[in-house]
């Protein structure tokens, strides 16, 4: 049997937390460790090693350099420039120079894993990884609008008193200010919300609360971890299961929506390869038109890359 393995690339509050949460739902044999601070990071070998103790199953926690890829299967990219996150968007030129000094030297290296982008700003990190990796589209994408829809279905739950898990509500477009849900196609066991009247649902104030609620989180604790560490542990788990489950995931266009060589926020399903498949929504002119300035703000992100 083939081990799988995983590489986190940052282990920071999200990196580590990440870690955490795959050795806890057990489906990759192998979890790699890859940080500047090497006096954190052996830290973190060792509390996980002794949680990774109480597993039925094996789990390999191990410390390489980013170079050190060749047999990995998904490598986590989850570093960051250490500034304050007044915005994403502030940190595009700190960590694009950090992502241009990792990826070239791990493709050289023999990388024929998949690429998943946990920095900000997703989007346009996500579209410089396909960039400087060369690889096929389906093999770099972003953990994009997931949590953002998550939080979304929450909040609705909340409001409705239904398990979010029963939602079928997601966001689209930028992990960001330019995201917005898509009510049109949003329902709850083929109910569509719209004709949900009698709740007295404010979508305008949900989806704003949902596109705030990293930013009120980070506030009050100066970090998102568990959240985020779920999303990135959940988007793993249906890659190597090869669950063919659909995620709004942030993924390279090559004519969907009418666009290309730009990477948003699209619910897309999910194989052993990475994306399977985008699947292309039909927007209302609303929606419409909040997708193309969506589509604008994160090519001004890209504007601003490093050639």
């Known amino acids: 049997m083939k081990l799988r393995k995983i590489m986190i690339i940052g282990v920071g509050n999200v990196g580590s937390t990440t ?7 057990g489906f990759c044999e192998e979890i790699a460790l890859v940080d500047l601070n090497k006096e954190l990071v052996y830290g973190h070998q060792q509390d996980l090693l002794d949680a990774a103790a109480y597993r039925q199953n094996m789990v390999k926690i191990s410390l390489r350099e980013a170079n050190d890829c060749a047999d990995i299967d998904i ?48 989007d346009a990190i996500t579209y410089y990884v396909w960039k400087l990796s060369g690889l096929p589209r389906h093999r770099v994408l972003g953990t994009g609008v997931w949590l953002d829809t998550v939080r979304l279905r929450r909040i609705l739950g909340e409001k409705m008193d239904i ?36 709740m ?22 100066h970090c ?3 959240g985020i560490g779920s999303t990135i542990a959940e988007i793993c788990q249906h890659i190597m299961t090869n669950s063919h489950r659909a995620l709004a995931l942030s993924c390279v266009l090559k004519g969907e929506y009418g ?32 997708f193309e300035n969506s589509i604008n703000v994160i090519k001004g992100y890209i504007q601003q890359l490093p050639k």
Not at 200 to 221: P, T
Not at 261 to 287: M, R, S, Y
């Open 259 to 290: 666009y290309n060589e730009i990477a948003i926020g699209v619910p897309a399903i999910l194989d052993q390869h990475g994306v399977k498949k985008i699947i292309e929504l039909d927007f209302n002119t609303q929606e419409q038109q909040r």
């Open 224 to 226: 998102t971890e568990y």
């Open 163 to 198: 398990g979010p898990q029963s939602i079928d509500a997601f966001i689209v477009g930028e992990h960001g200010d330019s995201q917005f849900p898509v009510w049109s196609h949003s329902s709850i066991y083929g109910i569509n919300l719209n004709q949900l009247d009698k």
């Open 19 to 25: 870690a955490y949460t795959l050795v806890n739902r």
């Open 75 to 122: 490598a986590i990219i989850c570093v960051t420039s250490g500034l304050a996150q007044k915005s994403r968007a502030e940190e595009l030129i700190g960590t694009s120079k950090i992502v241009a000094n990792i990826v070239p030297g791990m493709m050289k290296n023999g990388f024929k894993g998949i690429f998943l982008i946990a920095t900000n700003p997703c």
């Open 200 to 221: 007295h649902l404010n979508f305008d104030e949900l989806g704003d609360k949902a596109r705030k609620m990293g930013f009120e989180i980070a506030n009050r604790k």
